[in-house]
């Protein structure tokens, strides 16, 4: 039975409705669940899964819909998406109906997170930046020009402005957004790519180390109209926060007057500064002092290292990696020709790019993404040849929810991928943390054990305090004959390795 529920000019906002289809899925009984404001997007998707919304639904309504065995289990499943987003399952909670209601001397609040809808989310900024508190701000549809205005009053009013658009941090030990629950440490993170900086992160807590802060700056922190001012006040907050022993920035590659600027001020840190600007090369870091990079992973051991660790043995050898190729390759049939990467990580299918670009020149890569180093789809619904796919971009979230809090599309989209016979392996990555799907993993194990036939590469950017159990996740991966890295640089060396040994063959 399917049954939609709407509530009328209710507003939940995004961050809240993270990863209630999941939880609720988990009762008995309880086959799909729904919880989305009923924008035109979410209203198609909700259609194509054969639910008859009212003719007077509009986007000011949250639209619950789901699919149960019998009235029992719907009861119970509806009662547990209210319950979550009234947040009843929430103890010692206050509720303000508005900003301006907080006394800060009687609720001294640090930080204000805002998820709200772009048109909104800069006049609530205002109100907390006036009362003294930093911002997270989720929310994207916030114009430049706002951006802008809100970085400069934080700089004037010595706030932290983090974002719009901002999708991952971890402030004091709480993981905000999309973030992982990375062990305390001596090295702090300030970057303009979400997921970049949570895999930097957790590498680092696999070396053995922690993370003091991370500061997402947003992505558009270094746009030329910006002028990177949330990542040098967040170098500056770290510079004088007595636990960072050692600074990291990340970013993809971005504007070089911007980059320029940042990297100035990164020289007259009193502590060591590793940089990461995804796509750059060693000119970038020529006139500075900062210990530049060219991968997630070298940001983060390169971090290690300053900071006193242990990175002597991290990922495949040149001969480990060329041995295992051998033996994968010898268990595909002569038709299996082809990889597909579904990721769900914007940061890591541009570095998979790039390392793709640089070690399988004469290997045609296809992709939906407009980009340097591969052919773009004709049609981003139909892999062709080599592909890789980054589901989180527009041309599909326009559709669904980013595969990060909503696994079902790309999880679709596997399936469709293993109906091809010409294809031998397949790459995916998860990201787990508190405010992500609430099991992005085990699904797509289930998956992947189905299919022996073909090369499954995966790896887990997460913390092992994270909700979702990553330890016994990877666990249930290798099991299911999934190959799990260490990094998505892992990952990447060695779906490049078949590939070139497919290409040779």
Do not use: W
Request: with cysteine; proline share 4%; glycine share 8%.
């Amino acid at each position: 039975m399917k049954k939609v529920v709407v509530k009328k000019n209710r507003y939940v906002d995004s961050v809240s409705l993270m990863g209630v289809s999941d939880r609720v899925m988990t009762l008995k009984g309880v086959e799909n669940v729904e919880a989305q404001m009923a924008t035109c997007a979410n209203q198609d998707v909700l259609k194509q899964l054969g639910y008859a919304l009212p003719e007077e639904v509009t986007v000011n309504d949250l639209v619950i819909a789901i699919t149960a065995e019998d009235d029992s289990c719907y009861g119970a499943a509806l009662q547990m998406v209210e319950d979550i987003i009234d947040r009843k399952n929430v103890d010692n909670e206050k509720h303000y109906s508005d900003i301006n209601e907080i006394d800060i001397t009687e609720d001294p609040y640090h930080l204000c997170q805002i998820s709200l809808p772009g048109e909104y989310a800069a006049a609530e900024a205002k109100k907390a930046l006036a009362k003294g508190m930093d911002l997270f701000i989720f929310s994207d549809n916030v114009s430049i020009e706002e951006e802008l205005e809100l970085k400069q009053l934080g700089q004037k009013l010595g706030r932290l402005v983090m974002g719009p658009d901002a999708g991952v941090a971890l402030i004091n030990g709480v993981a905000l957004a999309a973030g992982s629950i990375i062990k305390d440490g001596p090295i702090g993170i300030v970057a303009a790519s979400g997921s970049g900086a949570q895999e930097v992160g957790c590498i680092i807590e696999k070396c053995g180390m922690g993370v003091s802060n991370i500061i997402g700056t947003g992505g558009r922190d270094l746009y030329p109209q910006i002028g990177g001012i949330t990542m040098m006040e967040g170098m500056k907050r770290m510079e004088q926060d007595p636990n960072t022993k050692v600074i990291v920035l990340v970013s993809k590659l971005a504007d070089l007057g911007v980059m320029d600027r940042v990297l100035s001020v990164a020289d007259t840190c009193t502590k060591p500064v590793v940089a990461l600007f995804l796509g750059s090369d060693e000119t970038l870091f020529a006139n500075h002092k900062v210990h530049g990079t060219f991968s997630l992973e070298a940001a983060a051991l390169e971090a290690v290292r300053l900071a006193g660790g242990e990175v002597s043995k991290f990922g495949f050898s040149e001969e480990e990696l060329d041995v295992l190729t051998a033996e994968l390759m010898s268990k595909l049939t002569p038709e299996q020709k082809y990889f597909r990467g579904l990721y769900c990580g914007g940061t890591f299918t541009e570095e998979a790019l790039q390392y793709f670009a640089a070690h399988n020149k004469d290997v045609p890569l296809y992709s939906n993404l407009s980009n340097a180093y591969s052919t773009k789809l004709g049609d981003a619904e139909q892999s062709k040849g080599h592909a890789i796919l980054d589901l989180g971009a527009e041309d599909f979230t326009a559709k669904a929810p980013h595969p990060v809090f909503d696994p079902s599309l790309r999880l679709k989209r596997l399936r469709q991928e293993l109906e091809d016979p010409e294809v031998g392996v397949v790459l995916l990555d998860f990201i787990t943390g508190p405010g992500v799907a609430y099991d992005p993993i085990t699904s797509f194990a289930k998956e992947c054990a189905k299919h022996p036939s073909v090369i499954f590469i995966s790896n887990i950017c997460g913390s092992l305090e994270d909700p979702q159990d990553v330890a016994a996740k990877e666990k249930l991966l290798v099991e299911s004959g999934v190959i799990v890295t260490k990094s998505n640089y892992q990952s990447s060396r060695l779906a490049s390795a078949l590939m070139n040994a497919l290409e040779r063959r």
